[in-house]
């Protein structure tokens, strides 16, 4: 009654019972974790000692708490890659993939030598990974302003050669105004008359990554200004937001001054993604 995968299935049973989303996913993770391996070698494993037992044991009820899964195991899948996760950084989710989907599309049309990137409000960095190691030939720089997420931006893109910066959007890259191809964000959107009212897992997030004002758009508010002062002419800004935001984000780009303003829908049909292209000058070809 030991093997892997019947302390799996216990484990699995316990977070369903207690209305946890992902039961089965969650276990085989935590049982993963406490035996010191990854989920494929866990499952063809013989047995799971009475040390690791223990161990799992404290894990699932810190689970069973509430707390997230990434924070106890350290890590959070995206895309082909995993990042360093923990309290103070927020943690990337599914739907920020198909982010880099739009961007990574919109990087491949550009030409060698203009294919530089800024991550704005970049928190893990999970976007500016993918990117690094997904598409070669790109100039990537990234910007957190909290000090504890900046040591998890460092720490998931060490060796990539990203430009990493401490410090607020609103007046960062001044030395990059108007030579940027593409800006990419996934910026804090909640309205703060949600606070208290969040999943539990998102309420361990770190509110900073996650409220944004009364409507949920100060920092997009933000990212506006940033990006129309980074992008080169025919450059592009994307950005998430929330699938109640639609009208308002493409007003707020609009307004902004930029042109081609769209929205994209994620995988479940809601409305997710803005992509909005600089404004072109004379001489200078359409992208």
Do not use: K
């Not at 689970?63 to 082909?80: C, D, K, S, T």
């Not at 060698?112 to 800024?118: E, F, K, P, Q």
């Not at 509110?207 to 025919?234: I, N, Q, T």
Request: hydrophobic share 45%.
């Amino acid at each position: 009654m030991n093997r892997p995968v019947e302390v799996t299935h216990r484990a699995a049973t316990r977070l369903a019972e207690a209305g946890l989303p992902s039961p089965g996913a969650d276990a085989r993770h935590l049982v993963a974790h406490a035996m010191g391996m990854e989920v494929s070698r866990m499952l063809m494993a013989d047995e799971v000692t009475e040390a690791q037992r223990v161990e799992l044991e404290a894990i699932l009820r810190r689970r069973l708490a509430g707390e997230p899964v990434q924070h106890i195991v350290g890590r959070a899948a995206f895309r082909y890659t995993e990042v360093a996760v923990g309290p103070g950084v927020f943690i990337p989710r599914p739907e920020t993939e198909l982010l880099v989907d739009l961007a990574l599309q919109l990087l491949a049309r550009r030409p060698a030598g203009r294919r530089r990137v800024v991550e704005l409000c970049a928190g893990s960095g999970a976007i500016t990974r993918s990117l690094a190691t997904e598409l070669g030939g790109l100039e990537l720089h990234a910007i957190e302003l909290s000090p504890r997420a900046h040591a998890y931006l460092e720490t998931n893109l060490e060796g990539l050669g990203v430009d990493i910066r401490l410090g607020d959007m609103a007046d960062a890259f001044g030395d990059l105004d108007a030579a940027v191809d593409l800006v990419v964000v996934n910026p804090p959107y909640v309205p703060d008359v949600l606070r208290g009212s969040l999943p539990l897992d998102v309420s361990h997030d770190p509110e900073e990554a996650l409220f944004s004002g009364a409507d949920g758009l100060d920092a997009l508010r933000v990212v506006s200004g940033v990006a129309r002062r980074l992008l080169v002419p025919g450059g592009w800004l994307l950005s998430e937001h929330d699938e109640t935001q639609r009208d308002a984000v493409l007003d707020l780009f609009t307004e902004a001054g930029f042109v081609d303003v769209t929205d994209v829908d994620d995988l479940t049909g809601r409305p997710r993604y803005v992509r909005a292209r600089q404004p072109d000058v004379a001489g200078l070809p359409r992208e």
